[in-house]
Protein backbone atom coordinates (compact mmCIF):
# COMPACT_ATOMS: atom_id res chain seq x y z
CA UNK A 1 0.00 0.00 0.00
CA UNK A 2 1.49 3.52 -0.92
CA UNK A 3 1.95 5.83 1.83
CA UNK A 4 3.32 9.58 2.26
CA UNK A 5 3.01 10.86 6.07
CA UNK A 6 3.62 14.59 6.23
CA UNK A 7 5.11 15.70 9.61
CA UNK A 8 6.54 18.75 10.93
CA UNK A 9 3.74 21.66 10.62
CA UNK A 10 2.93 24.14 13.16
CA UNK A 11 2.52 27.28 14.09
CA UNK A 12 5.13 29.64 13.78
CA UNK A 13 5.75 33.90 13.71
CA UNK A 14 6.63 35.76 10.85
CA UNK A 15 10.19 35.40 9.72
CA UNK A 16 10.69 31.80 11.18
CA UNK A 17 11.63 28.65 9.76
CA UNK A 18 10.01 24.92 9.90
CA UNK A 19 11.38 21.87 7.79
CA UNK A 20 8.57 19.61 6.86
CA UNK A 21 9.25 15.88 6.27
CA UNK A 22 7.10 12.97 4.48
CA UNK A 23 8.21 10.02 4.66
CA UNK A 24 7.49 7.28 2.22
CA UNK A 25 6.46 3.57 1.36
CA UNK A 26 4.71 0.91 -0.34
CA UNK A 27 7.30 2.22 -3.41
CA UNK A 28 10.04 2.20 -4.93
CA UNK A 29 10.57 5.92 -3.40
CA UNK A 30 14.27 6.42 -5.19
CA UNK A 31 12.12 5.81 -8.76
CA UNK A 32 9.82 8.56 -8.58
CA UNK A 33 10.08 12.58 -8.80
CA UNK A 34 8.29 14.52 -5.81
CA UNK A 35 6.52 17.02 -4.75
CA UNK A 36 5.60 19.57 -1.99
CA UNK A 37 1.90 21.32 -3.49
CA UNK A 38 -0.05 23.53 -0.66
CA UNK A 39 -3.73 24.83 -0.19
CA UNK A 40 -5.09 27.32 1.62
CA UNK A 41 -8.92 26.95 2.59
CA UNK A 42 -11.15 27.62 0.28
CA UNK A 43 -8.07 28.32 -2.67
CA UNK A 44 -7.07 25.95 -5.06
CA UNK A 45 -3.76 23.94 -5.12
CA UNK A 46 -0.52 26.03 -5.11
CA UNK A 47 2.81 23.88 -6.92
CA UNK A 48 5.35 24.79 -4.24
CA UNK A 49 8.05 22.86 -5.39
CA UNK A 50 9.84 19.61 -6.77
CA UNK A 51 12.54 17.18 -7.07
CA UNK A 52 13.84 14.19 -9.61
CA UNK A 53 14.39 11.30 -8.23
CA UNK A 54 17.97 11.46 -7.83
CA UNK A 55 17.61 14.62 -5.94
CA UNK A 56 20.07 16.81 -8.12
CA UNK A 57 17.70 19.08 -9.79
CA UNK A 58 14.87 21.30 -8.16
CA UNK A 59 12.41 23.55 -9.38
CA UNK A 60 10.38 26.14 -7.06
CA UNK A 61 7.20 28.76 -7.54
CA UNK A 62 8.38 32.12 -8.04
CA UNK A 63 6.82 32.87 -4.32
CA UNK A 64 9.00 30.36 -2.78
CA UNK A 65 12.39 30.71 -4.26
CA UNK A 66 15.28 31.68 -1.99
CA UNK A 67 13.21 31.37 0.95
CA UNK A 68 12.69 27.49 0.70
CA UNK A 69 14.84 24.25 0.05
CA UNK A 70 13.55 21.05 -1.18
CA UNK A 71 15.50 17.65 -0.29
CA UNK A 72 15.31 14.27 -0.38
CA UNK A 73 16.97 11.42 1.51
CA UNK A 74 16.64 8.08 -0.72
CA UNK A 75 18.45 5.48 1.68
CA UNK A 76 15.28 7.18 4.10
CA UNK A 77 12.43 7.42 2.18
CA UNK A 78 12.00 10.34 3.00
CA UNK A 79 10.95 14.23 1.32
CA UNK A 80 11.84 17.08 2.87
CA UNK A 81 10.88 21.17 2.88
CA UNK A 82 13.02 23.55 4.49
CA UNK A 83 11.27 26.80 5.20
CA UNK A 84 12.59 29.98 5.91
CA UNK A 85 11.71 33.66 6.31
CA UNK A 86 8.33 32.63 6.38
CA UNK A 87 5.39 34.80 5.44
CA UNK A 88 1.60 34.90 6.93
CA UNK A 89 0.81 34.27 2.76
CA UNK A 90 2.66 30.87 3.65
CA UNK A 91 -0.26 29.56 5.63
CA UNK A 92 -1.56 26.93 3.90
CA UNK A 93 -1.75 23.03 4.06
CA UNK A 94 1.14 21.63 2.96
CA UNK A 95 0.96 17.89 0.78
CA UNK A 96 3.84 15.95 -0.78
CA UNK A 97 3.18 14.03 -3.83
CA UNK A 98 4.30 11.82 -6.27
CA UNK A 99 4.45 11.14 -10.27
CA UNK A 100 6.12 8.80 -12.58
CA UNK A 101 6.13 12.38 -14.99
CA UNK A 102 4.73 15.47 -14.58
CA UNK A 103 1.47 14.68 -12.82
CA UNK A 104 1.31 13.44 -9.58
CA UNK A 105 -0.25 10.32 -8.64
CA UNK A 106 -0.52 10.39 -5.24
CA UNK A 107 -1.22 12.82 -2.31
CA UNK A 108 -0.37 12.68 1.27
CA UNK A 109 -2.80 13.97 3.88
CA UNK A 110 -1.30 16.83 4.41
CA UNK A 111 0.25 19.11 7.27
CA UNK A 112 -0.78 22.72 7.99
CA UNK A 113 1.73 25.45 8.45
CA UNK A 114 0.61 28.39 9.87
CA UNK A 115 2.58 32.17 10.09
CA UNK A 116 0.94 34.42 12.36
CA UNK A 117 2.32 36.47 15.15
Known amino acids: EVQLVESGGGLVQPGGSLRLSCAAS????????MHWVRQVPGKGLEWVSS????????SYADSVKGRFTISRDNAKNTLYLQMSILKPGDTAVYYC??????????WGQGTQVTASS
Open 97 to 106: AKSAGVTPDY
Open 26 to 33: GFFFSSYI
Open 51 to 58: INSGGDVT
